[in-house]
């Protein structure tokens, strides 16, 4: 199974992102995904994720209401449109994805992970 994360960049506090999280070299119709992020001298921390039933999602209380998540199943791959962004939102961001939950949660205890992607936010 491969993850392969993409989308980051330098914006400008109050400017947008999408971030891309594309999985590949599995055949199931249910994984979950989820987005994490790391920002310098601080623990990781689960933004949002992305069940594979429909509506189920979980977003962090410091990206509610400016973070959206959704999902192509035919293309497997997971979007996290980041809207308003802060210069605190600078980290970067990882996705994770996993066949074996009842459920997506933002815990780390994901089996697949994919590649960071650099997000950084001017003041």
């Known amino acids: 199974v491969q993850v392969q994360a993409s989308g980051g960049g330098l914006v400008q506090s109050g400017g947008s992102l999408r971030l891309s999280c594309k999985a590949s070299g599995f055949n199931s119709r249910y994984w979950h995904m989820a987005w994490f992020r790391q920002a310098p001298g601080k623990e990781r921390e689960g933004v949002s994720c992305v069940g594979s039933s429909v509506g189920s999602t979980l977003y962090a209380d410091s990206v509610k209401g400016r973070f959206t998540i959704s999902r192509d199943n035919a293309r497997n791959t997971v979007y996290l449109q980041m809207n308003s962004l802060k210069p605190e939102d600078t980290a970067v961001y990882y996705c994770?994805?996993?066949?074996?939950?009842?459920?997506?949660?933002?815990?780390?205890?994901?089996?697949?992970w994919g590649q960071g992607t650099q997000v950084t936010v001017s003041s």
């Open positions: 994770a994805t996993d066949f074996e939950k009842r459920s997506c949660d933002l815990g780390s205890n994901w089996d697949y």
